[in-house]
């Protein structure tokens, strides 16, 4: 299985600035993805950003030219760095890994997701 590790939320003003980070570990074979996802009251949880293995990154629109999303492939880590904050940024971050499981057997089975706990971030006007 796989366990991460969330780091990085926070209370910003409006037009601020935070960094996200998620280290991921465990037992995989690969990871195909990293990314992060957010849920606030009342909303269901949508993309924030992702980034696969090929380095194909995908943006919310809402998010798009504000955030950045990286990897650090030796580290297994991947972050989120969010600048020009908006109160509707507000919610709970979840980091989302998608694997290749380790079988054991010298081989991976299919694609499976693991969620980190969750990071609060909240952007006052």
């Known amino acids: 299985q796989v366990q991460l590790v969330e780091s990085g939320g926070g209370l910003v003003q409006a037009g601020g600035s935070l960094r996200l980070s998620c280290a991921a570990s465990g037992s995989f074979y690969a990871i195909n993805a990293m990314g992060w996802y957010r849920q606030a009251p009342g909303n269901q949880r949508e993309l924030v950003a992702d980034i696969r293995s090929d380095g194909t990154t995908k943006y919310s629109d809402s998010v798009k030219g504000r955030h950045t999303i990286s990897r650090d492939n030796a580290k297994d880590t991947v972050y989120l760095q969010m600048n020009s904050l908006k109160p509707e940024d507000t919610a709970v971050y979840y980091c989302?890994?998608?694997?290749?499981?380790?079988?054991?057997?010298?081989?991976?089975?299919?694609?499976?997701?693991?969620w980190g706990q969750g990071t609060q971030v909240t952007v006052s006007s």
């Open positions: 989302n890994v998608r694997v290749l499981p380790d079988t054991g057997w010298g081989t991976y089975g299919t694609e499976r997701s693991y």
